[in-house]
DNA sequence: ATCTTCATGTAATAAGTTACATGATTAA
DNA sequence: TTAATCATGTAACTTATTACATGAAGAT
């Protein structure tokens, strides 16, 4: 048996709490765990069905209407797989892709105002982040204890990004006044 | 033109400072930017050859006695599409896969010490890259004044996470006590 | 009427890792 | 002599995104 994706393991995770079809899966990730794990439709619906020839999930015909759908829920094996999966010890994925840091770190060949706009522009980036957080912050509040923690600490995350590049903003202009003198 | 990726633009961005081989620019790469744009071989002597192809890196086959060796350095062409990226405005790309933040996001089905073993399966990780981004620390100081804020951007990001691992440790060690009572 | 949301899916593509193969030079 | 380092590369695979196609139901 194939070992499966964290991805997998993530929609495993979503179908403990009750069932959900593909689409509602996709809206859960975004309401949740985006910030630190995505997913597309492209991976959701093809792992759903690879997570039920596997026997982790069982899937249920369920139309609204003439509107088909299929409701998946999660199945004893499902449940093990998942228990095992949260408490095994061996190494976890962790890996940060950071296109406007990397872009700072190459500043030194720019003007002071280019370099400027980088770290403005990465600024931006996390705020927007933050507000995304906050937005969903009564929903995680409503969830369990720990969905409301992990925003929290998404919310730290982004927090400290920000102060980082303000503090970087007032290093630049104070030293581009100070060569004006 | 197809346009580079950004790990293409990350080589060119090395490259600026001065010319290397692929096997320097890995190693470079593993002292740098690793902790938020890592590469592999796989990637980067690939992307060397495109980069020739396009006509933004020259490459010169410079043996050290009987052992071939490439050294790849910038060119004009090469020069400008790195600043054309450094000053594009464009959206970048920013994201974190955090697989111990996904176990713990999933944890309130865990009894307390598992819950506790996830955590401290996560700080340790962050203590360990701390440790990495640590022994960097004076090469970096050596490179420019970005490079070491760039490094202490991310000696900060660690130990956010590192302080809020042990939050999250006390906060449960308090709960499971409170239940003894 | 028409826009949004609900709903499912695939094909093409992108981006990257892992494992492997090869072989020279240098330090212990 | 043996291990580490320098050096280059590819093939197979994994993971994921993007764009597209399709269509029903509900709200305005």
New binding site residues.
């Given amino acids: 048996m194939e070992s499966l ?3 997998a393991r993530a929609l495993l995770g979503l179908l403990h709490n009750r069932a959900r ?4 899966l996709k ?1 859960s990730i975004d309401k949740s765990v985006r910030f630190f794990w ?6 959701i ?2 792992e ?2 690879r997570l039920e020839e596997a026997g982790l999930v069982r899937a249920t015909d369920d139309p ?8 998946y829920e999660i199945t004893a094996d499902g449940e093990a797989a998942l228990r095992a999966w949260l408490t095994d010890e061996s190494a976890t994925t962790f890996e940060l ?1 950071d296109e406007a840091l990397l872009k700072f770190f190459f500043a030194s060949s720019l003007k002071p105002d280019e370099t400027l706009a980088v770290i403005r522009a990465k600024r931006r980036q996390h705020e927007e982040r933050l507000a995304a957080l906050r937005a969903i912050e009564d929903d995680a509040k409503e969830a369990d204890g720990f969905a409301y923690r992990t925003l929290k600490y998404g919310i730290g995350l982004q927090e400290y990004a920000i102060a980082w590049c303000r503090d970087q903003e007032r290093e630049l202009q104070a030293g581009a006044a100070e060569t004006q003198r």
């Fill in positions: 994706t964290p991805t079809t593909g689409y509602e809206a995505a997913a597309s439709y492209g991976q619906y093809p759903l069905k609204r209407g003439g509107r088909r759908r299929t409701v892709r």
